[in-house]
């Protein structure tokens, strides 16, 4: 089976976070959403929510699925399920060199890493 890349995309009062990857070289800068490998055992919520507290320090309640899987370099596929911050958590950017809360009209106009480019779309009709 195809290992599995979960992203969660977190959405607050109508804007979607996204964080500035720090690492490695050649995608640094770039923009993506928080997220990381399922490991062995886990389901894919758990490890959303895993990904979410190590590099947002924040619980999330992890919901549907936001687009079709993205195919990435290696065999991997990217999967995205929508999320919603619990309680009044902050997030913070642990891990990556920056974090940003986009509107719907600022979407498109993130500097993506190239496989998030496929789910704009969807990522538009996630914020409606
Ligand atoms: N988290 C995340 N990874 C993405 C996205 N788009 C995309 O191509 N990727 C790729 C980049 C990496 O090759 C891989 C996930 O790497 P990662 O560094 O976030 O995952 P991880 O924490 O589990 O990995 P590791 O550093 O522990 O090895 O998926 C995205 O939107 N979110």
């Keep these: 089976m195809d290992r599995v890349i979960v992203g ?4 607050d009062d109508g804007r979607l ?13 770039l923009w ?13 919520s758990d490890a959303l929510v895993r990904e979410c507290s190590e590099e ?12 079709s899987d993205v195919p990435l370099p290696g065999g991997a ?10 309680g009044d958590a902050v997030v913070q950017a642990v891990e990556h060199k920056a974090l940003c809360w ?9 500097d993506w890493l190239p496989a998030d480019r496929v789910l704009i779309p969807d990522l538009e009709a ?3």
């Design 77 to 86: 596929v990217l999967r995205i399920h929508s999320a919603v911050l619990r």
């Design 56 to 67: 947002l320090g924040v619980e999330v309640t992890v919901g549907e699925r936001v687009g």
């Design 102 to 110: 986009v509107g719907v009209d600022e979407v498109a106009a993130v």
């Design 126 to 128: 996630l914020l409606g």
């Design 17 to 29: 976070l996204v964080g500035q990857r720090a690492h490695p070289d050649d995608v640094a800068g």
């Design 32 to 44: 993506e959403l928080p997220g990381g490998r399922v490991e062995p055992g886990e389901s894919e």
């Design 8 to 11: 969660a995309a977190i959405v």
